[in-house]
Protein backbone atom coordinates (compact mmCIF):
# COMPACT_ATOMS: atom_id res chain seq x y z
CA UNK A 1 0.00 0.00 0.00
CA UNK A 2 1.33 3.14 -0.78
CA UNK A 3 0.85 6.50 1.31
CA UNK A 4 1.35 10.13 1.01
CA UNK A 5 4.19 11.81 2.59
CA UNK A 6 4.04 12.68 6.38
CA UNK A 7 4.61 16.30 7.20
CA UNK A 8 6.97 16.79 10.14
CA UNK A 9 7.42 20.27 11.07
CA UNK A 10 10.59 20.68 12.84
CA UNK A 11 11.52 17.88 11.79
CA UNK A 12 15.29 18.48 11.73
CA UNK A 13 14.89 19.18 15.46
CA UNK A 14 15.72 16.45 18.07
CA UNK A 15 12.54 15.34 18.61
CA UNK A 16 11.72 15.54 14.98
CA UNK A 17 14.72 13.73 14.02
CA UNK A 18 13.82 10.67 16.71
CA UNK A 19 10.49 10.37 15.15
CA UNK A 20 11.31 11.13 11.69
CA UNK A 21 14.12 7.76 12.21
CA UNK A 22 11.39 5.85 14.23
CA UNK A 23 8.92 5.81 11.15
CA UNK A 24 11.78 5.08 8.79
CA UNK A 25 12.91 2.35 10.41
CA UNK A 26 9.40 0.21 10.61
CA UNK A 27 7.94 1.63 7.62
CA UNK A 28 11.14 1.97 4.79
CA UNK A 29 8.65 2.59 2.16
CA UNK A 30 6.80 6.17 3.47
CA UNK A 31 8.10 9.35 2.52
CA UNK A 32 8.84 12.09 4.83
CA UNK A 33 8.81 15.47 4.31
CA UNK A 34 10.89 17.18 6.79
CA UNK A 35 10.09 20.93 7.29
CA UNK A 36 11.62 23.82 9.27
CA UNK A 37 13.29 27.14 8.68
CA UNK A 38 16.38 26.23 7.25
CA UNK A 39 16.41 23.96 4.19
CA UNK A 40 20.19 23.06 4.36
CA UNK A 41 19.17 21.84 7.99
CA UNK A 42 16.42 19.96 6.61
CA UNK A 43 17.94 18.49 3.47
CA UNK A 44 20.85 17.04 5.90
CA UNK A 45 18.70 15.51 7.70
CA UNK A 46 16.36 14.17 4.38
CA UNK A 47 19.91 13.09 2.97
CA UNK A 48 20.39 10.48 5.99
CA UNK A 49 17.03 9.44 6.41
CA UNK A 50 16.61 8.42 2.90
CA UNK A 51 12.85 8.51 0.83
CA UNK A 52 12.50 11.96 2.68
CA UNK A 53 12.41 15.24 1.10
CA UNK A 54 13.35 18.87 2.94
CA UNK A 55 10.88 21.51 2.68
CA UNK A 56 11.17 25.33 4.05
CA UNK A 57 7.46 25.90 6.00
CA UNK A 58 6.10 29.27 5.12
CA UNK A 59 3.78 30.32 7.87
CA UNK A 60 2.39 32.94 6.41
CA UNK A 61 0.95 31.08 3.51
CA UNK A 62 -2.09 28.70 3.89
CA UNK A 63 -0.55 25.80 1.80
CA UNK A 64 2.74 26.45 4.07
CA UNK A 65 4.87 26.81 1.06
CA UNK A 66 3.88 23.67 -0.51
CA UNK A 67 1.90 24.45 -3.19
CA UNK A 68 -0.29 21.33 -3.92
CA UNK A 69 1.81 18.79 -3.11
CA UNK A 70 -0.15 16.40 -0.95
CA UNK A 71 0.35 15.30 2.42
CA UNK A 72 -1.59 12.69 4.77
CA UNK A 73 -0.65 14.06 8.11
CA UNK A 74 1.11 16.49 9.72
CA UNK A 75 3.19 16.85 13.16
CA UNK A 76 4.58 19.87 14.94
CA UNK A 77 7.44 19.89 17.09
CA UNK A 78 7.72 23.62 18.36
CA UNK A 79 5.18 26.49 19.13
CA UNK A 80 3.08 27.28 16.40
CA UNK A 81 1.57 30.55 17.42
CA UNK A 82 -0.22 31.36 13.98
CA UNK A 83 -2.10 27.86 14.31
CA UNK A 84 -0.74 27.78 10.26
CA UNK A 85 -0.46 23.87 10.56
CA UNK A 86 -3.74 22.84 11.91
CA UNK A 87 -5.12 25.25 9.60
CA UNK A 88 -3.37 23.53 6.63
CA UNK A 89 -4.55 20.23 7.96
CA UNK A 90 -8.29 21.20 8.74
CA UNK A 91 -7.94 22.85 5.55
CA UNK A 92 -7.60 19.47 3.83
CA UNK A 93 -9.09 17.15 5.86
CA UNK A 94 -5.62 15.80 7.23
CA UNK A 95 -4.94 14.68 10.72
CA UNK A 96 -2.70 16.95 12.98
CA UNK A 97 -0.90 16.42 16.15
CA UNK A 98 0.66 19.09 18.08
CA UNK A 99 2.82 18.22 20.76
CA UNK A 100 4.19 22.23 22.04
CA UNK A 101 0.86 24.10 23.51
CA UNK A 102 0.42 24.68 26.56
CA UNK A 103 -3.10 23.85 28.32
CA UNK A 104 -3.82 27.77 28.12
CA UNK A 105 -3.50 27.65 24.57
CA UNK A 106 -6.17 24.61 23.32
CA UNK A 107 -8.84 27.16 23.04
CA UNK A 108 -7.71 28.39 19.74
CA UNK A 109 -7.14 25.06 18.27
CA UNK A 110 -9.88 23.36 19.74
CA UNK A 111 -12.26 26.59 18.29
CA UNK A 112 -10.98 25.55 14.59
CA UNK A 113 -11.72 22.21 15.02
CA UNK A 114 -15.32 22.92 16.34
CA UNK A 115 -16.06 24.20 12.68
CA UNK A 116 -15.66 21.39 10.75
CA UNK A 117 -15.25 18.21 13.85
CA UNK A 118 -15.50 15.77 10.82
CA UNK A 119 -12.82 17.16 8.63
CA UNK A 120 -9.95 14.89 10.35
CA UNK A 121 -8.42 13.56 13.34
CA UNK A 122 -6.80 16.15 15.55
CA UNK A 123 -4.59 14.98 18.69
CA UNK A 124 -3.83 17.13 21.79
CA UNK A 125 -0.42 15.92 22.04
CA UNK A 126 0.76 18.15 24.76
CA UNK A 127 0.82 15.55 27.55
CA UNK A 128 3.84 14.71 29.12
CA UNK A 129 6.32 12.88 26.71
CA UNK A 130 3.36 12.41 24.47
CA UNK A 131 1.60 9.49 26.20
CA UNK A 132 4.18 7.89 28.61
CA UNK A 133 2.74 9.37 31.64
CA UNK A 134 -1.30 8.70 30.86
CA UNK A 135 -1.12 5.28 29.20
CA UNK A 136 1.50 4.24 32.32
CA UNK A 137 -0.78 5.57 34.99
CA UNK A 138 -4.01 3.94 33.42
CA UNK A 139 -2.29 0.84 32.85
CA UNK A 140 -1.57 1.01 36.66
CA UNK A 141 -5.18 2.00 37.58
CA UNK A 142 -6.30 -0.93 36.23
CA UNK A 143 -5.90 -2.61 39.80
CA UNK A 144 -7.73 0.22 41.59
CA UNK A 145 -11.62 -0.51 42.04
CA UNK A 146 -11.66 2.98 42.09
CA UNK A 147 -8.99 5.90 41.81
CA UNK A 148 -8.53 8.45 44.63
CA UNK A 149 -5.73 10.50 43.78
CA UNK A 150 -2.52 10.70 41.45
CA UNK A 151 0.70 12.03 41.99
CA UNK A 152 2.88 12.43 39.28
CA UNK A 153 6.48 13.51 39.71
CA UNK A 154 8.35 13.64 36.29
CA UNK A 155 12.39 13.90 36.88
CA UNK A 156 14.47 15.63 34.16
CA UNK A 157 18.55 15.41 34.08
CA UNK A 158 20.46 18.30 34.17
CA UNK A 159 21.98 17.17 31.60
CA UNK A 160 19.01 16.16 29.50
CA UNK A 161 17.41 19.89 28.63
CA UNK A 162 16.44 19.20 25.14
CA UNK A 163 17.01 20.92 22.05
CA UNK A 164 16.04 25.13 21.45
CA UNK A 165 12.48 24.29 20.90
CA UNK A 166 11.96 22.33 24.62
CA UNK A 167 13.77 25.39 26.14
CA UNK A 168 11.39 28.07 24.58
CA UNK A 169 8.32 26.20 25.64
CA UNK A 170 9.42 26.19 29.11
CA UNK A 171 10.40 29.78 29.04
CA UNK A 172 6.67 30.40 27.70
CA UNK A 173 5.04 28.12 29.91
CA UNK A 174 6.79 29.78 33.01
CA UNK A 175 6.04 33.38 31.84
CA UNK A 176 2.45 32.92 30.77
CA UNK A 177 1.64 30.65 33.94
CA UNK A 178 2.98 31.77 37.13
CA UNK A 179 -0.12 29.67 38.65
CA UNK A 180 -0.62 25.85 38.25
CA UNK A 181 -3.39 23.32 37.32
CA UNK A 182 -4.32 20.85 40.11
CA UNK A 183 -7.46 18.78 40.87
CA UNK A 184 -7.93 18.90 44.70
CA UNK A 185 -11.36 17.47 46.41
CA UNK A 186 -12.88 17.33 42.95
CA UNK A 187 -12.59 20.70 41.99
CA UNK A 188 -9.80 22.37 39.40
CA UNK A 189 -8.07 24.40 41.42
CA UNK A 190 -4.81 26.93 40.59
CA UNK A 191 -2.04 26.87 42.92
CA UNK A 192 0.37 29.40 43.30
CA UNK A 193 3.48 30.19 45.45
CA UNK A 194 4.52 27.55 48.02
CA UNK A 195 1.40 25.24 47.19
CA UNK A 196 2.73 24.70 43.90
CA UNK A 197 5.67 22.76 44.68
CA UNK A 198 6.28 19.27 45.88
CA UNK A 199 8.61 16.65 46.91
CA UNK A 200 8.48 12.99 45.03
CA UNK A 201 11.43 10.28 45.58
CA UNK A 202 13.24 9.16 42.49
CA UNK A 203 13.53 5.38 41.80
CA UNK A 204 16.40 5.37 43.62
CA UNK A 205 14.79 6.67 46.57
CA UNK A 206 16.25 10.32 46.58
CA UNK A 207 13.50 12.98 47.16
CA UNK A 208 13.38 15.38 44.56
CA UNK A 209 11.82 18.63 44.80
CA UNK A 210 10.08 19.75 42.13
CA UNK A 211 7.24 22.29 40.75
CA UNK A 212 3.89 22.08 39.88
CA UNK A 213 2.85 21.85 36.33
CA UNK A 214 -0.04 22.62 33.83
CA UNK A 215 0.27 19.75 31.89
CA UNK A 216 -2.96 18.59 29.89
CA UNK A 217 -2.14 14.88 31.62
CA UNK A 218 -4.34 16.05 34.95
CA UNK A 219 -7.66 16.50 32.71
CA UNK A 220 -7.37 13.49 31.07
CA UNK A 221 -6.40 11.38 33.64
CA UNK A 222 -9.18 13.23 36.14
CA UNK A 223 -11.89 12.67 33.23
CA UNK A 224 -11.04 9.05 32.78
CA UNK A 225 -10.68 7.53 36.43
CA UNK A 226 -12.51 10.15 38.60
CA UNK A 227 -9.63 10.55 40.59
CA UNK A 228 -10.49 13.74 42.88
CA UNK A 229 -6.86 14.76 43.67
CA UNK A 230 -4.90 15.32 40.69
CA UNK A 231 -1.45 16.93 40.89
CA UNK A 232 1.76 17.20 38.36
CA UNK A 233 5.26 18.46 39.13
CA UNK A 234 8.33 18.52 37.77
CA UNK A 235 11.95 18.34 39.34
CA UNK A 236 15.72 18.90 37.72
CA UNK A 237 18.27 17.24 39.27
CA UNK A 238 20.38 14.16 38.95
CA UNK A 239 18.25 10.98 37.14
CA UNK A 240 18.93 7.39 39.50
CA UNK A 241 20.68 5.96 36.76
CA UNK A 242 23.50 8.82 35.98
CA UNK A 243 23.56 8.33 40.57
CA UNK A 244 24.62 5.28 40.04
CA UNK A 245 27.41 6.03 37.53
CA UNK A 246 25.25 5.82 34.22
CA UNK A 247 24.30 7.65 31.39
CA UNK A 248 21.56 10.12 31.78
CA UNK A 249 17.95 8.78 31.59
CA UNK A 250 14.48 10.39 32.24
CA UNK A 251 12.13 8.95 34.50
CA UNK A 252 8.20 9.31 35.43
CA UNK A 253 7.05 8.69 39.41
CA UNK A 254 3.62 7.74 39.40
CA UNK A 255 2.12 7.46 43.47
CA UNK A 256 -2.16 6.23 42.85
CA UNK A 257 -4.17 5.81 46.20
CA UNK A 258 -7.56 4.26 46.36
CA UNK A 259 -9.63 1.10 47.04
CA UNK A 260 -9.71 -2.49 45.40
CA UNK A 261 -12.51 -4.79 44.83
CA UNK A 262 -13.17 -5.68 48.68
CA UNK A 263 -12.99 -2.02 48.91
CA UNK A 264 -10.05 -2.22 51.10
CA UNK A 265 -7.13 0.86 51.14
CA UNK A 266 -4.36 0.55 47.93
CA UNK A 267 -1.24 2.48 47.10
CA UNK A 268 0.94 1.76 44.61
CA UNK A 269 3.76 3.52 43.42
CA UNK A 270 5.56 2.85 39.89
CA UNK A 271 7.86 4.61 37.75
CA UNK A 272 8.55 4.89 33.73
CA UNK A 273 11.99 4.91 32.90
CA UNK A 274 13.85 5.42 29.99
CA UNK A 275 17.45 4.96 29.32
CA UNK A 276 17.70 7.45 26.41
CA UNK A 277 16.17 10.45 28.34
CA UNK A 278 12.78 12.57 27.17
CA UNK A 279 13.31 12.88 23.09
CA UNK A 280 13.58 9.20 22.50
CA UNK A 281 10.57 8.80 24.70
CA UNK A 282 8.62 11.79 22.95
CA UNK A 283 9.71 10.64 19.94
CA UNK A 284 8.25 6.99 20.61
CA UNK A 285 4.73 8.55 20.97
CA UNK A 286 4.95 10.47 17.92
CA UNK A 287 5.66 8.20 16.10
CA UNK A 288 2.83 5.48 17.39
CA UNK A 289 0.75 8.35 16.85
CA UNK A 290 1.83 9.10 13.04
CA UNK A 291 1.54 5.10 12.27
CA UNK A 292 -2.34 4.80 13.66
CA UNK A 293 -3.50 8.90 12.17
CA UNK A 294 -2.16 7.54 8.71
CA UNK A 295 -2.69 3.62 9.31
CA UNK A 296 0.61 2.67 8.51
CA UNK A 297 0.33 -0.63 10.76
CA UNK A 298 -2.16 -1.76 8.44
CA UNK A 299 -5.46 -0.94 10.03
CA UNK A 300 -8.07 1.60 9.41
CA UNK A 301 -6.82 5.39 9.51
CA UNK A 302 -8.23 7.21 12.61
CA UNK A 303 -11.45 8.76 11.85
CA UNK A 304 -12.05 12.62 12.52
CA UNK A 305 -12.55 13.92 15.94
CA UNK A 306 -10.85 15.53 18.96
CA UNK A 307 -8.34 12.79 20.81
CA UNK A 308 -5.90 12.77 23.56
CA UNK A 309 -2.88 10.50 22.82
CA UNK A 310 -4.13 7.83 25.05
CA UNK A 311 -7.22 7.25 23.17
CA UNK A 312 -5.10 6.30 20.17
CA UNK A 313 -1.91 4.44 20.94
CA UNK A 314 -2.44 0.52 22.03
CA UNK A 315 -1.21 0.65 25.92
CA UNK A 316 0.09 -3.18 25.46
CA UNK A 317 1.81 -2.28 22.15
CA UNK A 318 2.83 0.88 23.57
CA UNK A 319 4.55 -0.63 26.78
CA UNK A 320 5.95 -3.42 24.61
CA UNK A 321 7.61 -0.92 22.12
CA UNK A 322 9.04 1.07 25.64
CA UNK A 323 11.04 -2.60 26.31
CA UNK A 324 12.25 -3.29 22.79
CA UNK A 325 14.25 0.95 23.57
CA UNK A 326 15.46 -0.50 26.70
CA UNK A 327 12.96 1.27 28.93
CA UNK A 328 10.15 0.17 31.73
CA UNK A 329 7.00 0.54 33.29
CA UNK A 330 8.21 -0.70 36.89
CA UNK A 331 6.79 -1.22 40.65
CA UNK A 332 8.12 0.60 42.97
CA UNK A 333 8.05 0.10 46.73
CA UNK A 334 5.50 1.82 48.92
CA UNK A 335 6.92 3.52 51.89
Given at each position: MSFLPILLIGGAGEIGQRTARSLRSRYPDVPLLIGGRSKPKAEHVASALGNAEAVVIDPRSDHLGLGDRQTSAVAVFYADDQLSALRYAHARGIAHLSISSGIYEIAPEIAIHMQRPDAAAMVLGYEWLVGATTIATLTCAKSFARVESIRIGALVDEEDQGGPAVAEDFERLAAVMPSVLARTGGAFVWRDGDAAGSTFRAIDGTAIKASGFSSIDIAGLAAVTGARDVMFAIGTGVSSSRRAGGAKSTEIIIELTG???????????????????????????????????????????????????????????????????????MTLAVA
Amino acid sequence: MSFLPILLIGGAGEIGQRTARSLRSRYPDVPLLIGGRSKPKAEHVASALGNAEAVVIDPRSDHLGLGDRQTSAVAVFYADDQLSALRYAHARGIAHLSISSGIYEIAPEIAIHMQRPDAAAMVLGYEWLVGATTIATLTCAKSFARVESIRIGALVDEEDQGGPAVAEDFERLAAVMPSVLARTGGAFVWRDGDAAGSTFRAIDGTAIKASGFSSIDIAGLAAVTGARDVMFAIGTGVSSSRRAGGAKSTEIIIELTGVDAQDAPLRSRHAVFHPGGAAPLTALGVSMLLERLVGLDGKPATPAGLFFPYQIINHAAYLGRLEQEGGQLMTLAVA
